[in-house]
């Protein structure tokens, strides 16, 4: 796992708004997974409907930080770690801009969704898109791949994805199918109509984020 020590506070600290579309009317219990100082759960623990809030965050600084916004903080690396038998499964599982941190991100989503998502709940994921147009075309045209301090190629990211390789991280025997979204259109009327009047050809190349949300089947598969 790469290092986060020389992480800005904001890089931690700032409430994931974005996801609001995909939340369930009711969240319920919440496990956030890499919820830095808790801002999204203490955002979220003030929705109704919302009524336990948990975090996952490896970093210890931040995970300090977390303790006042959330109900429950573990200071652990999901990757080699399990949360505690006693605590119970989740309504609402987020892991936002933290699995292409992981060495083994498959494993897991496996993992949460057979062991920690309740049947009928939902799981939500935000994912960086490496097809956009400052990481393609200075790789196409310059022969560039420039890691960063943060961003796309922030350089503790491990996994890079597409939409159709984060909709494949997706796919598990018990999750209905994905529904994944574009972000960065949402408010900005000049890349909406760039982006209809292309029939969306180019979306993969403009959008920086996939926003992504899965419900768990009611009845396991066979």
Sequence with gaps: MQTYNDKKNPYFGH???EIEPALPDRCGRVLEVGCGAGSTLEWLRQRPGTTHTTGIEIFEDAATLAHSNADEIYCLDIEQSVLPTNVSMFD???????????????????????LHLKPGGTIIVTLPNIRHHTVVLPLLFKGQWQYEE???MDRTHLRFFSRQSALALLTHKDLDPAQCTALSFTGNRLKQA?????????????TPQYLLRANKRLTPSG
Excluded: K, S, Y
């Design 15 to 17: 409430v994931r708004r």
């Design 92 to 114: 609402t599982i987020l892991c936002l801009d933290v699995l292409e941190h992981m060495v083994n991100p498959w494993e897991t989503m496996h993992r949460l969704v057979t």
């Design 150 to 152: 943060a961003g796309i």
């Design 194 to 206: 760039m982006n209809q009047a292309t029939l969306r050809i180019f979306e993969g190349l403009i």
